[in-house]
């Protein structure tokens, strides 16, 4: 079985990377060859390890997510407290994730798919497109991890700026093929009149937009029937 991830052929990149210099964010559309996204899609549905990440105090936690979900009910209606009490108004979050640049550069699945798609989003050809879209000539690597958000998850506004991460773009590769708005689970830009742009997490869209600028993930709805699933990740550079 062939774990190639292609990508389809871009119509105008030059439109492309001029929307991007213009608004510091652009959606591409129809960004792998659909097989390559419908195979990486299968891949994540059927991964039954994830962690569940969420903040406390301001650090991230990573527990393993079936253990959590084995605890009493009174174990995770203390852990929803403590989650809801700080993302009611500070940053937080709640979603499933695999560590896919660690899972790489630690070698913990040797041949594992999840290789293939770090050195996807490592190869030269994505990579000088990343800088050809931002104008980013240090991007270096691509820092990918998966995400599934759930009945409930969200991630709270926040900019991706962390001190010494050189994280020059972030990046988000939408994975479920059928989404309805309804469900929640927008990528939303707010701005300074307290407007906003949200960004439906459309299936096989990669999403790239620059470090630091305000986003958040809104809340996956009660009645979703499916996850949302995604690559996400940044263009970072080794050097500040
Ligand atoms: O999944 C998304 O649309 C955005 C994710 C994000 O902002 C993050 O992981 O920092
Ligand atoms: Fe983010």
Known sequence: ?????????????????????????????????????????????????????????????????????????????????????????????????VPIYDIYQQNLLPGHFFNSIYEFFNSDELLTLARQVTGFEQIDFADVQATRYSKGHFLTEHDDNVAGKNRLAAFVLN???????????????????????TWFPKFNALNIFTVPQKHAVTVVSPFATEERYALTGWFRSHQS
């Open 1 to 97: 079985m062939s774990t190639m991830i292609k990508m389809a052929k871009l119509n105008s990149l030059q439109q492309i990377s001029q929307t991007y210099q213009r608004s510091s964010r652009v959606q591409i559309v129809d960004f792998l060859e659909s097989e390559s996204a419908q195979h990486i899609y299968d891949a994540l549905k059927s991964q039954t390890q994830w962690n569940l990440a969420w903040n406390l105090d301001g650090q991230h936690q990573d527990m393993d997510y079936t253990a959590v979900q084995n605890w009493t009910q009174k174990q995770r209606e203390q852990l929803d407290e403590l989650i809801y009490a700080q993302a009611s108004d500070s940053f937080q979050y709640r979603y499933a994730s």
């Open 175 to 197: 994975l479920t093929p059928k989404w309805k708005f309804d469900w929640g689970g927008g990528l939303v830009f707010p701005d300074k009149n307290d407007q906003a742009e």
